[in-house]
């Protein structure tokens, strides 16, 4: 795992400390009604916690999460996410974004059927095995990258199925 230079090694990474803020601190305001909105929100709540002492930015870009912290930790955050297409999409993102951040923090806001989250955590597990294209059939672990999959509604903000996937 990556120590994003955030505190000793018996502290958590900077990536870690997000994802335990998003996932306990962060109360959406759940009125909002575009994913940009929630985006906005949450930009808010990280430079305030963070105390400004990290770039913290919208990205943009087709190849870039919608959040940005250092240029190092990609959050994407999804509104209602429901149909297989938007799942995979979704996946598809995740993919690309391994080569572009150390990090990767998936937020799932509002309705996410339990499914649903199934089928993501999967898929997210299956990018941490890929095929070594140079030893033929011997399997490699996927960059040391960090996927942390967060769940939170209006209805329960504190998801059990929330969970860090991490490859250590």
């Known amino acids: 795992m990556f120590n994003f230079g955030f505190g000793l090694s018996n502290q958590p990474s900077l990536a870690e400390y997000i994802y335990n803020l998003i996932k306990n601190e962060w109360e959406p305001d759940w009125s909002l009604s575009e994913e940009t909105a929630y985006r906005d929100d949450l930009i808010e709540f990280l430079d305030k916690k963070l105390n400004k002492a990290h770039l913290i930015r919208k990205e943009d870009g087709r190849h870039l999460a919608d959040i940005g912290i250092d240029k190092k930790i990609g959050i994407e955050l999804k509104l209602n996410l429901s149909s297989k297409k938007e799942v995979d999409r979704l996946i598809g993102q995740v993919q690309g974004y391994l080569d572009d951040y150390d990090a990767i923090l998936i937020a799932l806001l509002g309705k996410t059927s339990p499914e649903t989250i199934r089928d993501i955590n999967f898929r997210l597990k299956k990018l941490y095995v890929q095929p070594d ?36």
């Open 133 to 168: 294209p140079l030893f033929g059939n011997l399997i490699r672990p996927a960059q040391a990258k960090q996927i942390y999959l967060i769940v939170k509604s209006p209805i329960s903000t504190s998801n059990p199925k929330s969970k860090g996937l991490t490859n250590k």
